[in-house]
């Protein structure tokens, strides 16, 4: 079993900062990537921001120089650090790890943690 623990959402005023943060645990062969999603009320889930185990990063073009998104391989943990926050940015955000459970699985599958509400308003 593979799980995703998130914390570290909130209210905070337009302009304010939060940081996320998951931890993957469990049975963890290899992770190819994690990232975060999130989903608005009455919208699909879309992806914020994404890093592979190479280091390579992808943010979303809405949070490109506000977000900031880090790992550490050793722990299996990502952190996702959300300055200059807007209302626009208020939804439920999801970890998300890509990974192989054991040596046996031939592909990697997704996994995704519980969801954070992060509200952004005055």
């Known amino acids: 079993q593979v799980q995703l623990v998130e914390s570290g959402g909130g209210l905070v005023q337009p302009g304010g900062s939060l940081r996320l943060s998951c931890a993957a645990s469990?049975?963890?062969?290899?992770?190819?990537?994690m990232g975060w999603y999130r989903q608005a009320p009455g919208k699909e889930r879309e992806l914020v921001a994404s890093?592979?185990?190479?280091?390579?990063?992808g943010y979303a073009d809405s949070v490109k120089g506000r977000f900031t998104i880090s790992g550490d391989n050793a722990r299996n943990t990502v952190l996702l650090q959300m300055n200059s926050l807007k209302p626009e940015d208020t939804a439920v955000y999801y970890c998300n790890a890509n990974l192989r459970a054991t040596a046996n699985m031939l592909s990697f599958r997704d996994y995704w943690g519980q969801g954070t509400q992060v509200t952004v308003s005055s």
């Open positions: 890093i592979a185990s190479s280091g390579s990063m």
């Open positions: 469990g049975s963890i062969f290899r992770i190819n990537a």
